[in-house]
């Protein structure tokens, strides 16, 4: 479908309006100004218009396909419209079979994905690292209960083995400790990645809040996903504002409306998976967070 989506600026404190031509998915023209064309026009006067949320839920394969729909709905009502995902192992043998099923239980979604990796930091090793490079694996969650395990790995192996696809590392601490002793933890395992060039996020994911747009180029996502502008997917929310409270009107993944307040989920199976080519890519437009 083609259509354009005129956004007025006004809430910028400009006059200035942006018009996005939508097709094949993708935005693929941004102007200042309206576009004369012969196609349908949706304009967002009186609403507002930002790009979708990509949300984490990692080891996915960990719950049953009834909690992974409930997930699902309740990130899609919030304005997600990429999962960052993981399928949990234990052993390197494991990988595909966990891959699969991690797949196969996001079969229904409206929702893109991207899915990783997460192990104990015992189990990461150069092999893994050699499997993620040829599947295309864009991360690996290391599950710490302590900050010992980490300074446990031989990391000049994995940063040999993960040099051509650079998947990106970051580990990820009990939810229950102490917050200045996990503060703790993440700033001694930046030194230490920064120490032995290991490609990481230098900030804690946290499972309901969107991922930051630095995270988001150190994966790879962006700017694929994350941003509005020429050659992004066409991925927005638009909300009602009056100016002190928002409400999420709609969820539109690859120009697609996947849910809206009226008529909830949508489009079940839109959602694809994400494949990163590379990740840690750089380069952002000016107006693609505006």
């Not at 400009?14 to 026009?41: A, C, E, F, H, W």
């Not at 997460?118 to 900050?147: V, Y």
């Not at 996947?258 to 008529?263: A, R």
Request: proline content about 6%; some cysteine; overall charge positive.
């Amino acid at each position: 479908m083609r259509y354009i989506i005129e956004r007025p600026l006004q809430s910028l404190g400009t006059d200035t309006m942006l018009s996005y031509l939508v097709d094949s998915q993708k935005i693929s023209y941004v102007s200042q100004g309206p576009l004369r064309m012969n196609v349908m026009k949706m304009s967002m006067q009186g609403l507002k218009m930002i790009p979708g949320h990509i949300s984490p839920l990692m080891s996915l394969n960990r719950l049953p396909i009834e909690k992974v729909k409930e997930r699902l709905a309740e990130r899609v009502r919030s304005g997600t419209t990429t999962l960052l995902t993981s399928a949990e192992i234990n052993y390197l043998h494991e990988a595909e079979t966990e891959l699969k099923r991690t797949r196969h239980l996001l079969v229904s979604s409206s929702i893109d994905y991207c899915i990783g990796l997460s192990m104990s930091p015992e189990k990461i090793s150069p092999q893994i690292m050699s499997f993620c490079r040829k599947r295309k694996i864009p991360f690996i969650q290391l599950i710490c209960m302590d900050f010992k395990q980490l300074t446990h790995v031989i990391w000049e192996r994995i940063r040999e083995a993960n040099f051509d696809y650079g998947t990106v590392i970051f580990p990820s601490f009990p939810s229950h400790i102490d917050m200045k002793l996990k503060k703790t933890w993440q700033r001694k395992w930046n030194e230490l990645a920064t120490k032995f060039q290991i490609p990481t996020l230098f900030n804690e994911i946290i499972e309901n809040e969107p991922l930051p747009l630095p995270s988001l180029k150190m994966l790879g996502i962006y700017p694929v996903k994350g941003g509005l502008f020429t050659g992004s997917d066409a991925d927005y929310c638009i909300l009602a504002t009056d100016g002190v409270n928002e409400t999420l009107k709609s969820v539109i993944v690859r120009g697609t409306i996947v849910y809206s307040e009226n008529l909830l989920e949508r489009q079940q199976g839109y959602g694809k998976e994400i494949i990163v080519i590379k990740p840690r890519r750089f380069g952002e437009s000016l107006i693609s967070r505006v």
